[in-house]
């Protein structure tokens, strides 16, 4: 089924067998690493950072986290680097830096079939700015493929003429969102789930993190399908089920998913409300290219729910970075404060750095899209870390920073506090 779809969607249709634990994944399939020691974008915060690896038993399984954090300097330390061969600026175990804590905590949801460190140069940034981030290694990791029946490729083709990505790799992931209820079953238990460990390490006396949680404070950022949960854990995002649904859309065996109704699975016909999912604990949400599962005539009504401040940060190449029409419909309907930022020339896999860097994956991307990855990745870490420090820090001055246009990279920016 590779090379079926317009060159968007070869990172995904050229994906196949899952491997039990692969070592570089995505797609849940085993890649070769890119040659080891790649270096990713520098820091711009002024602490070092510490990654730590820990495993938790979760239901029947286990689920892995990475801790980022702010660290003390060690002579002669060496960068952490991933399994996808990328290095920065992460110690591996590093002693924490307590010195200027209790540090805010956010929680990381990657995109679909990612894994917790691929996003290196965003991650270790925000613990450098103090922040202890917790990134999820979500099931879909090591087991989601791209599968989907040929009239759901075809239809897929459809989707991406029409500029229409976000669609598109929705179907060509047909089998896994429907196993999994397009990840109702097990994303909000395992974001819900980090945090309540993340909590608890607090007042752990046997965690290294013991005293250096801020618990009040807690944020949350996700990419691509960590995005759309983002949107629904973490700001607030309504999903209204309480108008009639066609045939089509009830029918959950519809070889054609994206006609499937996000309200006919069963989790979102048990919802005690609209906003079932939203964790009140979370203060503050970044939303990073998000696609919208949501029935598009009702993004607007469910945005309208959020009042947690929000950022959507995404690019704005057409056909490689395609959600741009429902981010906008959140970025409007939401009461705010609110903050949509778009990077020029910008694809949707640059915030992972560890995937934007494999030739593999990124064969049949234009050389303008991978091209001044660090003055991109600026951009990305400039905009995050001001919007946290602002709402989990209560930092006032970072309020010019997000309200101006960081670089000539900046496509578009908008705000309402």
Same mark, same amino acid.
């Given at each position: #089924?590779?090379?079926?779809?317009?060159?968007?969607?070869?990172?995904?249709?050229?994906?196949?067998?899952?491997?039990?634990?692969?070592?570089?994944?995505?797609?849940?399939?085993?890649?070769?690493?890119?040659?080891?020691?790649?270096?990713?974008?520098?820091?711009?915060?002024?602490?070092?950072?510490?990654?730590?690896?820990?495993?938790?038993?979760?239901? &029947?399984?286990?689920?892995?986290?990475?801790?980022?954090? /702010?660290?003390?300097?060690?002579?002669?330390?060496? /960068?952490?680097?991933?399994?996808?061969?990328?290095?920065?600026?992460?110690?591996?175990?590093?002693?924490? !830096?307590?010195?200027?804590?209790?540090?805010?905590?956010?929680?990381?949801?990657?995109? $679909?079939?990612?894994? &917790?460190?691929?996003? +290196?140069?965003?991650?270790?940034?925000?613990? %450098?700015?103090? +922040?202890?981030?917790?990134?999820?290694?979500?099931?879909?990791?090591?087991?989601?493929?791209?599968?989907?029946?040929?009239?759901?490729? *075809?239809?897929?083709?459809?989707?991406?003429?029409?500029?229409?990505?976000? +669609?598109? $790799?929705?179907?060509?992931?047909?089998?896994?969102?429907?196993?999994?209820?397009?990840?109702?079953?097990?994303?909000?238990?395992?974001?819900?789930?980090?945090?309540?460990?993340?909590?608890?390490?607090?007042? !752990?006396?046997?965690?290294?993190?013991?005293?250096?949680?801020?618990?009040?404070?807690?944020?949350?950022?996700?990419?691509?399908?960590?995005?759309?949960?983002?949107?629904?854990?973490?700001?607030? #995002? *309504? $999903?209204?089920?309480?108008?009639?649904?066609?045939?089509?859309?009830?029918?959950?065996?519809?070889?054609?998913?994206?006609?499937?109704?996000?309200?006919?699975?069963?989790?979102?016909?048990?919802?005690?409300?609209?906003?079932?999912?939203?964790?009140?604990?979370?203060?503050?949400?970044?939303?990073?290219?998000?696609?919208?599962?949501?029935?598009?005539?009702?993004?607007?009504?469910?945005?309208?729910?959020?009042?947690?401040?929000? #950022?959507?940060?995404?690019?704005?190449? /057409?056909?490689?970075? %395609?959600?741009?029409?429902?981010?906008?419909?959140?970025?409007?309907?939401?009461?705010?404060?609110?903050?949509?930022?778009?990077?020029?020339?910008?694809?949707?896999?640059?915030?992972?750095?560890?995937?934007?860097?494999?030739?593999?994956?990124? *064969?049949?991307?234009?050389? +303008?899209?991978?091209?001044?990855?660090?003055?991109?990745?600026?951009?990305?870490?400039?905009?995050?870390?001001?919007?946290?420090?602002?709402?989990?820090?209560?930092?006032?001055?970072?309020?010019?920073?997000?309200?101006?246009?960081?670089?000539?990279?900046?496509?578009?920016?908008?705000?309402?506090?």
């Amino acid at each position: #089924m590779t090379r079926l779809i317009a060159p968007f969607l070869s990172l995904f249709l050229s994906l196949v067998v899952a491997e039990p634990d692969p070592a570089f994944s995505f797609g849940a399939r085993l890649l070769d690493p890119i040659s080891t020691g790649i270096e990713t974008a520098n820091t711009t915060g002024s602490q070092h950072v510490g990654i730590r690896r820990e495993s938790f038993a979760f239901e &029947d399984r286990q689920l892995n986290v990475s801790w980022w954090y /702010p660290a003390t300097s060690e002579d002669n330390a060496v /960068p952490f680097t991933n399994a996808g061969g990328l290095v920065g600026e992460a110690v591996l175990d590093a002693p924490l !830096d307590s010195s200027n804590g209790p540090y805010p905590l956010i929680i990381f949801s990657p995109g $679909v079939a990612s894994w &917790d460190d691929s996003y +290196y140069f965003f991650l270790q940034n925000l613990a %450098s700015h103090g +922040y202890v981030v917790v990134s999820i290694k979500h099931l879909d990791a090591t087991k989601a493929e791209a599968k989907a029946n040929p009239l759901a490729l *075809a239809q897929a083709k459809k989707y991406q003429e029409e500029q229409n990505g976000s +669609y598109a $790799v929705w179907l060509t992931y047909s089998w896994w969102f429907r196993t999994t209820h397009e990840g109702l079953k097990y994303r909000p238990q395992e974001i819900g789930f980090v945090i309540d460990k993340a909590i608890q390490a607090a007042s !752990d006396k046997l965690s290294p993190f013991h005293g250096n949680i801020d618990a009040e404070n807690i944020g949350m950022a996700g990419h691509s399908l960590g995005g759309f949960y983002t949107l629904l854990v973490g700001a607030g #995002m *309504a $999903v209204n089920c309480d108008y009639p649904m066609t045939l089509k859309e009830q029918n959950l065996l519809n070889p054609i998913l994206t006609e499937v109704n996000f309200c006919a699975w069963p989790e979102s016909r048990n919802f005690s409300s609209p906003t079932d999912l939203h964790d009140s604990r979370i203060k503050a949400a970044i939303s990073l290219a998000p696609p919208v599962f949501i029935k598009p005539s009702e993004i607007t009504r469910g945005a309208n729910s959020i009042k947690t401040p929000l #950022m959507i940060l995404t690019g704005n190449d /057409p056909y490689f970075e %395609s959600t741009l029409k429902p981010q906008r419909q959140l970025y409007d309907g939401a009461a705010g404060p609110k903050y949509k930022v778009e990077i020029n020339a910008t694809n949707h896999m640059l915030i992972a750095d560890t995937y934007q860097y494999n030739d593999e994956l990124t *064969a049949n991307v234009p050389a +303008y899209l991978k091209s001044n990855f660090s003055a991109k990745a600026d951009v990305y870490m400039t905009y995050s870390s001001a919007f946290f420090d602002m709402y989990l820090k209560k930092d006032d001055s970072k309020k010019e920073v997000l309200q101006s246009s960081s670089s000539p990279l900046v496509a578009a920016l908008d705000y309402s506090e």
